[in-house]
């Protein structure tokens, strides 16, 4: 009889299409068997009254990522990756972030390096593309699609790193050439400008007006022109971070039409609002992220999308800033919501919140979370059955839930260095005992015992969900 390296017996586990009582076993880094009364391994897990889910897959969150300001983001690959790790993510997909004037093919290197050197978790990159000029779409982008980079970012919002319509184009045709899934920050540029601009003018400045400086109506009219010109080139398009009702409106019916187009949404959306930057002084700024937390209604809405599948996914986009000069008041003590970096922290939390929602408070179904937070952005960026799921073959990336644990969360309580928390103050059931990455328990009740740089990178390419329906527009058959 062979004997398994590792057997976790006896916990219900969870896929995103069934939950069994079972027992796991584990050789060298691959799960090897699934299976009711599996022999005696050289090592064991008791999991008798937990759950045991994938590792989570966070396929949008920043890293040791340098804004186009010139602010660097709080965490390092180590500490965000050690974050990721603590809350039962294995698996992150960061961006490799191009400025203007930039080569590709240089941040790329740049960004696997630092990889390399920190990260305690498998990752892969998502290249923004703030500048692609001619060269870089014909002489870069194919090799490093080549290399397993075959998803890429662009932003329609943002100074100093929101392309136009015409380049949009360019990047859709060139990624349709290539093999590369397509995804879009899509907020429209002159509203938010239009819109911030006044309500300074005006000495609204304080961190709960940047809900309204970003119009939800500014969503849904760049999601929609984000959508026609990926179905015009009939490119694979994966809308981000959707906030509002009308942004998930406006992708469904997309999708309706038969349209390749994917939606994601994060913990922040479903689970904050605007209401928690409506705070004293400056401290609202914590919860500044763009797009902003909306009201009561959007959160029903991208539930319901969730549960429709118009949303496939759910992410953290894990973007920390102290509340110190090195971040959200680099610009000064006492910042208009204009001067303050947006986004916070999630990348450790992500899992455990949703957990919380969707299992503990029976919103959703086991399986539904597995799917949400681990299979689908796995299938969406080609990483499984590698990743995502629990099979027999695929890396033993594995998190045994305590379904019965409460914790209270504090400023102290994540690992990232932001120094605080979007979810202070909230009580959560459910949290990870165990940690596995690859075989290797790398969390075991909440010590962690992983390398900096014992991360691997996974290289990715082409996949199912980057292929074009095969339905360009009609005008395209002029250009040959
Ligand atoms: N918004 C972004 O577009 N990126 C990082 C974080 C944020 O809030
Ligand atoms: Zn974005
Ligand atoms: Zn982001």
């Known amino acids: 009889m062979v004997h398994c390296d590792l057997v976790i017996k006896g916990g219900r586990v969870a896929t995103a299409t069934d939950v069994l009582e079972a027992d796991i076993g584990i050789t060298g880094e691959t799960v090897v068997a699934i299976a009711k009364g599996l022999p005696t391994g050289r090592l064991e897990i008791d999991a008798r009254g937990k759950i045991v889910t ?118 859709l045709w060139a990624a349709r050439e290539h093999g590369c899934m397509v995804c879009v920050h899509a907020e429209n540029h002159g509203m938010i400008s239009w819109m911030g601009k006044r309500l300074v003018a005006q000495g609204l400045t304080a961190p709960k007006f940047h809900v309204p400086s970003h119009p939800r109506l500014a969503e ?24 509002t009702r009308e942004g998930a409106a406006t992708v469904r019916r997309w999708q309706g039409e038969g349209t390749k187009v994917f939606g994601e949404t994060c913990t922040q959306y479903l689970t904050l609002g605007a209401t928690d930057l409506d705070r004293p002084g400056i401290e609202g700024g914590m919860w500044i992220c763009s797009p902003p937390l909306r009201e009561p209604d959007d959160r029903e809405a991208l539930w319901q999308a969730l549960g429709q599948g118009t949303l496939a996914t759910v992410s953290s986009d894990h973007a920390p800033y102290r509340m110190d000069e090195s971040g959200k008041l680099a610009r000064g ?26 299992v503990s408070q029976g919103r959703m179904s086991l399986t539904d979370f597995v799917r949400l937070t681990a ?79 014992s991360g691997q990178f996974l290289p990715r390419t082409g996949g199912a969900a980057a292929t074009p329906s095969g339905r360009p527009a009609a005008e395209l058959a002029h250009l040959g």
């Not at 397993?148 to 329609?156: E, M, R």
């Not at 959508?227 to 981000?240: K, N, R, T, V, Y």
């Not at 990483?383 to 209270?408: F, N, Q």
Request: one cysteine or more; charged letters at 20%; hydrophobic letters at 45%.
């Open 333 to 358: 003590p006492n910042p208009s919501f204009k001067e303050m970096a947006n986004g916070m922290a999630g990348i450790e939390l992500r899992l455990p919140v949703l957990f919380d929602a969707m």
């Open 220 to 243: 849904a009219e760049a999601i929609n022109r984000a959508i026609a010109m990926a179905a015009f080139i009939d490119q694979p398009l994966m809308i981000f971070h959707v906030s």
């Open 375 to 453: 299979t689908e952005p796995a299938k969406l960026y080609n990483l499984h059955p590698k990743k995502g799921t629990i099979a027999v073959g695929s890396d033993a990336d594995l998190v045994i839930w305590d379904p019965e644990a409460t914790t209270t969360i504090t400023h102290d309580t994540t690992h990232d260095r932001s120094g605080y928390s979007a979810y202070v103050g909230r009580e959560i059931k459910g949290w990870p005992s165990h940690v596995l990455r690859r075989g290797a328990v790398i969390v075991e009740a909440g010590e962690l015992r992983a390398a900096p740089g």
């Open 54 to 171: 994938p590792g989570g897959v966070d396929s949008h969150c920043h890293i040791e990522q340098l804004a186009a300001s010139g602010l660097m983001n709080a965490d390092t690959f180590e500490t965000a990756t050690v974050s990721a790790a603590m809350g039962g993510t294995t698996t992150v997909v960061p961006f490799a972030a191009q400025h203007v004037g930039m080569s590709l093919a240089e941040v790329v290197a740049d960004y696997h390096e630092r990889a390399a050197r920190g990260a305690v978790v498998d990752y892969a990159f998502h290249m923004i593309l703030a500048d692609p000029r001619p060269e870089i779409l014909r002489d870069e982008l194919p090799g490093l699609v080549r290399d397993g980079h075959s998803s890429l970012k662009v932003f329609l919002t943002y100074d100093r790193l929101r392309v136009e319509d015409e380049q949009f184009l360019d990047v």
